[in-house]
């Protein structure tokens, strides 16, 4: 094989492409300043670039979410939500049985008993019916969803009942600010915290607790 | 912006109407503005990428043109006079030159979408590693939003930029044009990769009112719209559904949603695509086609000819090919077939690069385990064929049943189920879980349950959806089997005024009224936007 | 030219003994040279006479018969 | 000009035959879309009325003394028939479900452009929502109303995060997914409709009685929001530019509950602002409301009886602080309210006997 290649290279023709025709000076100008041009614009250009790749750099921390819908995120939300329904979020327990915001009433409708008190808000134009339970130290509001009524918000009426953090109606601000910490919104005489899409609510008069409330993201 | 939203369709009809309202040469640097509004309509931050890769990209090809220039130049002028050892000094000192140019392009645009892309996959691999092995230190990543179709027009860029270094055609000059060029508005979200030489044509040249072009272009746009709102988005729902619920959804199931997958993903693709190639037309602008009736192919192989083509055709010229020839893989072939005979010799490059291509197929689909083994799968089905093509020839002989119809429709069949099966990877995103589905298909034998009353309308599809999406997918394969004897839409159009504009019109309220957009229907979304 | 030819000649007989490689017009057309045969075409040819064929000159028409298949290789021979 | 055969069709031909074609498809294509977007507007016929409230006004003659503006609270509790036969007050309604501060804003601006009433009186429930609330109330409010600016104004006013204006100019948009629901009323009301209240009220016969009706749990903040504020002093400006008298009122309605605070500031909004404010809910026992028969969904809404109560009652007061005196003996008007009357008896007994029947779902 070697053989082979050695003799052919030096055997070959150098064959030239030969130059076109002469008196081209006027069309030689005109590219050479073309090229001026191009070179010019280049520069401010890289300058440009240099400027950009910066912003590059920044904007890509800055970009805000785009709002896409990624399969991916949705495996997110999902196993998040189940995450809720186990023991995240602010749930209120009464016995043994769990009450949580946005959860469906006819799970726990039975266990809790009679209400002492019932009553159905039929909103106008029938788009579904707001039910409400009174029971005996607590007040669970529902909202509707297609069929389901699903927990909207459960109010606590007095001091024999308490969240599962421990605090009622007969404590004082500090109590909640020790359990629960400073990072609670304030918004006229309510302290509102969040957790996992749940809602928990104090209402105060002059650090007294008047109501506590736990609240859906729907109201 | 997406193309099922009021606000495109405003933002077209704008478009359109200054296209052609306006004097001819300013209809390309329209077509820019309007590109860089409709990009930086998703996000403003998305288009310093944009930016920075037509930037990047633009001047480094020029640069690239300058050195070729120069060097044609020289050998020219003062060449003629040196000696051949000299002119290929030369020659190699200029490509080593460009060389380096395109490697500074390829690190600023390929660097920039890996960051963009695959941070959080790799960062998230990396935790894992360091848990297993036992330190407790886990990296944070900054996860950056991903912009939309920076994959398509990334890869754009790159591939012109290797066009000019291999100096298939001249760099553009105008950086505008090239902004163009990379930023078209109807192709940057979801594709087709074009090339330049096949885009800038049509691209940059004049185009006057034609009535004629404009009604086939918006026809096309139409029937995109019918199989994206009408097929594709009403079975979003029952699809995530099936893949999300794996626990009740398994057995017969995972077959219904492969089909409902397969379904939604060829409208849903190749009706974005109608959109974009259609709006192009109405333009007088010409983008290859992206899918050729891929489900009437007969082998993997044909497949792959027909299913977005323009990203097959790229990996092939700007992946396999380079890689194929470079000098290790050379290398690498003359070694096997001296140690390991002469038939791995044959096949060992061949492998190695279908390996890589494949690989990186899948994972520019997405930062997931399961796009890689996804690309991994179809590499090796791919090969397999290949390998059996003796196994088929004797078969044949034995058997003459090549031509049939019989044995061209069992093709089809086992072509479409072998990728009903690859595709089920993207359904349900987790490696061992989709194994687990597929080997339930087999285990948990549950089919009564499909036909249990009820239990298929759970999927939040109605008798009356379902019927809609089966006139779909009929009129889909009317015109996909009419197609084969020339254009439809130019068959149409021979037919009188009144029966063209009859059939058009209930098309139009087809989509009108069976379009699952607007309230009720979540925010219709290209799959292909998460690419 | 001529020696070229007959090197090139004697590679493809090597691979594909049984076609008739000096008047077959439709090497890549017929799929007698498959991927796998191109690429070790390719590394037979940088063997013999130290070139290599770029991958943008990977095209059907320079790959489907002996002529063309000397055609480029004389040429990048030419251009180094 | 009759044109032979096989004579070719001359250049000004193709251009007028090319011009026809293209007229003659717009209109098909509009005539199309129309006829398509009256098929899957929801007709509100006959299970959900309220959606066809608003646009029966537009077929009355428009001299009225007195317009309620509000929602169900007003709609629901006071007849304008009794107004007539008592006092002699031509009175109207323009009330719908959950009818939000500003689109009562916007209608009465509209009313106002068709007729200058001495009264205009308004349900201060609406008070309590500061920003948009649901979409099918949006929908049932907006699309009866004709379109002029204050419609536009009172869409952007009123639109969810979800809504796009263009499904307003088009409701088609919106109602397409209809097409698998479409029922008999769909096509027999497709041009037109059955009148569902008189003059605005809109009767109920039957009867539930209130019990347990929840007391209003402590809120956070009882203080009405801006957008709220805002748009009250609008109504009140505009009623002071068309020299219209406004009156706030409070429905005698038991839920949802009216705090305290909330009527307080009120009382004091009125009297900054000069105008009357009536807390009806206080004056139940005066009017002799008994919330064991006079309300047929336990305390909310008054049935046919309590609002004839209501009626009479808060007419006296229309008559002597709103100085309106009677029309009775005009003859215009004493032959339309005659045959309005006779609708209104013609509906009260048909659904008293269906009330008998057991079949009586209320509407």
Not at chain 1, 18 to 35: D, H, L, S, Y
Not at chain 1, 137 to 145: A, G, Q, V
């Amino acid at each position: 094989m070697e053989k082979l290649s050695a003799k052919w290279i030096n055997k070959r023709k150098v064959l030239l492409p030969e130059n076109n025709q002469p008196g081209k000076e006027q069309k030689e100008r005109k590219v050479e300043w073309k090229m001026k041009k191009n070179k010019i614009r280049r520069i401010v250009w890289s300058l440009y670039l240099l400027g950009v790749l910066v912003v590059a750099g920044c904007g890509g921390s800055s970009t805000e979410e785009v709002s896409e819908k990624d399969y991916e995120s949705d495996d997110q939300k999902t196993k998040q939500d189940q995450e809720n329904q186990s023991q995240a979020g602010y749930v209120f327990q009464i016995g043994e049985i769990e009450v949580a915001v946005d959860m469906d009433i006819s799970l726990i409708e039975e266990k809790l008993g009679e209400p002492d008190s019932y009553f159905e808000q039929p909103s106008c134009a029938a788009q579904g019916t707001a039910r409400i339970f009174t029971y005996s130290s607590f007040e669970i509001d529902t909202y509707p969803d297609g069929e389901k009524d699903l927990v909207g918000s459960i109010i606590l009426k007095d001091d024999n009942v308490a969240t599962a953090e421990g605090i009622d109606l007969s404590m004082t601000k500090e109590d909640i600010l020790a359990v629960y910490g400073e990072n609670g919104k304030e918004e006229g005489n309510s302290l509102e915290y969040e957790k996992d899409g749940m809602k928990l609510c104090f209402i105060l008069e002059e650090d007294k607790i008047v109501s506590i409330e736990y609240r859906s993201k729907v109201f | 912006m997406l193309f099922t939203s009021y606000g495109f369709l405003l933002f077209l009809a704008v478009v359109l109407i200054l296209y052609y309202g306006l004097p001819r040469r300013f209809q390309w640097p329209l077509l820019l503005i309007a590109s860089y509004v409709f990009y930086g309509a998703s996000g403003i931050g998305n288009l310093c990428y944009i930016l920075a890769t037509t930037l990047a990209t633009g001047l480094l090809a020029c640069k690239m043109q300058d050195v070729s220039d120069a060097q044609s130049k020289w050998l020219k002028g003062k060449g003629k006079e040196a000696s051949r050892e000299e002119r290929k000094a030369y020659k190699q000192r200029m490509k080593k030159k460009r060389w380096r140019l395109l490697l500074l392009c390829l690190a600023v645009d390929v660097g920039m979408l890996a960051v963009v892309k695959y941070t959080g996959f790799a960062v998230s691999n990396l935790n894992v590693l360091i848990k297993a092995l036992g330190s407790g230190r886990q990296l944070t990543f900054f996860d950056i939003a991903l912009p939309m179709g920076i994959s398509f027009y990334v890869f754009q860029a790159v591939g012109y930029g290797i066009d000019v270094y291999r100096g298939k055609y001249r760099a553009e000059e105008n950086l505008f044009r090239f902004a163009l060029f990379v930023s078209f508005f109807p192709q940057l979200i979801q594709g087709p990769i074009s090339r330049f030489d096949q885009l800038s044509p049509s691209l940059f040249a004049p185009h006057k009112f034609q009535t004629r072009t404009i009604s086939l272009g918006l026809q096309r746009v139409l029937w995109g719209f019918f199989k994206k709102l009408v097929v594709a988005d009403r079975l979003i729902g029952a699809v995530g559904m099936l893949t999300k619920d794996t626990q009740t959804y398994e057995g017969c199931w995972v077959v219904v949603g492969m089909f409902l997958y397969a379904v939604e993903l060829y409208a849903d693709f190749t009706g974005g695509i109608d959109i974009t190639i259609g709006i192009a037309q109405a333009m007088g602008i010409t983008v290859q086609e992206n899918f050729i009736r891929p489900y009437f192919s007969k082998s993997v192989k044909e497949y792959w000819n027909r299913w977005h083509i323009s990203m097959g055709s790229w990996f092939t010229d700007y992946i396999f090919y380079p890689v194929s020839v470079c000098k290790p893989m050379l290398d690498l072939s003359s070694f096997s077939r001296k140690h390991l005979g002469e038939q791995a010799g044959r096949r060992a490059p061949v492998y190695a690069s279908c390996f890589l291509v494949w690989a990186a197929t899948g994972i520019w689909h997405g930062a997931g385990w399961n796009f890689l083994v996804w690309g991994l799968s179809n590499c090796a089905v791919l090969l397999v064929s290949q390998e059996l093509e003796p196994l088929y020839r004797n078969f044949h002989e034995r058997f003459q049943v090549a031509g049939t119809f019989g044995w061209r429709l069992f093709g089809v069949a086992r072509t479409c189920f072998i990728l009903c099966c690859l595709r089920t990877f993207d359904c349900y995103r987790d490696v061992p879980l989709t194994f687990r589905m597929l080997g339930s298909v087999l285990t948990s034998w549950n089919w009564g349950e499909l036909f249990s009353p009820g239990r298929i309308l759970e999927l939040g599809l109605s008798w009356a959806d379902y019927g809609v999406v089966l006139l779909g997918i009929l009129l889909m394969l009317g015109v996909s089997l009419w197609q084969r004897k020339g254009s439809v839409r130019g068959q149409i159009a021979q037919k009188p005024y009144w029966v063209r504009f009859a059939l058009w019109l209930s098309l139009f309220f087809m989509v009108i009224v069976w379009g699952s957009y607007g309230i009720g229907y979540e925010a219709s979304q290209f799959i292909y936007n998460q690419f | 030219m001529e020696e070229l030819r007959e090197g090139l000649l004697e590679i493809l007989e090597e691979m594909h003994p049984d076609t008739d490689m000096a008047s077959c017009k439709g090497l890549v057309q017929d799929k007698i040279l498959d991927s796998f045969d191109i690429i070790t075409l390719i590394t037979r040819i940088r063997e013999a006479f130290d070139v290599v064929v770029p991958a943008d000159r990977i095209v059907p028409e320079n790959f489907n018969s002996l002529d063309a298949l000397t055609k480029l290789v004389d040429r990048l021979l030419e251009e180094e | 000009m009759r044109r032979k055969e096989g004579e070719p069709v001359g250049g000004k031909d193709i251009i007028r035959n090319r011009a026809l074609r293209i007229v003659v498809s717009a209109a098909v294509l509009l005539a199309a879309f129309y006829l398509l977007q009256r098929l899957f507007m929801p007709k509100y016929m006959s299970s959900v009325v309220e959606g066809a409230m608003i646009a029966e006004y537009y077929g009355e003659k428009k001299d009225h003394d007195v317009i309620f503006i509000g929602d169900c609270e007003l709609y629901e509790n006071i007849s304008p028939l009794v107004l007539w036969e008592e006092y002699g007050i031509n009175s109207y309604i323009r009330g719908s479900a959950q009818q939000l501060l500003w689109q009562s804003y916007y209608l009465a601006e509209e009313t106002f452009t068709y007729e200058t009433p001495k009264v205009l009186v308004f349900s201060v429930l609406a008070m309590k929502y500061d920003e948009p609330q649901k979409e099918a109330y949006n929908r049932m409010t907006l699309d009866g109303m004709r379109w002029s600016a204050s419609k536009v104004a009172s869409i952007k006013a009123s639109m969810t995060k979800e809504e796009r204006f263009v499904e307003y100019v088009f409701p088609l948009l919106r109602y397409h997914s209809r097409w698998s629901e479409l029922t008999k009323e769909d096509f027999q009301y497709f041009w037109k409709r059955k009148k569902v209240t008189h003059n605005g009220y809109y009767m109920r016969v039957d009867s539930l009685p209130a019990k347990d009706v929840p007391k209003g749990r402590p809120l956070g903040d009882y203080e009405f929001g801006e957008q709220a504020w805002m748009y009250l002093e609008k109504l009140t400006d505009l009623c002071k530019k068309h020299g219209v008298k406004l009156v706030l009122v409070k429905a005698p309605s038991l839920y949802p509950y009216w705090y305290e605070e909330w009527d307080e500031q009120i009382k004091d909004y009125a009297k900054e602002h000069g105008l009357a404010y009536y807390n009806l809910l206080e004056a139940a026992d005066e009017i002799g409301l008994d919330y064991q028969k006079d309300t047929y969904d336990g305390g909310l809404h008054l049935n046919l009886s309590g609002a004839e109560k209501l009626a009479s009652y808060f007419g006296n007061i229309l008559a002597k602080d709103c100085g309106l005196s009677s029309r009775r003996g005009e003859e215009a008007l004493e032959q339309s309210w005659r045959k309005k009357r006779e609708l209104y008896n013609g509906e009260a007994l048909r659904q008293m006997d269906q009330q008998e029947k057991g079949s009586f779902t209320g509407k």
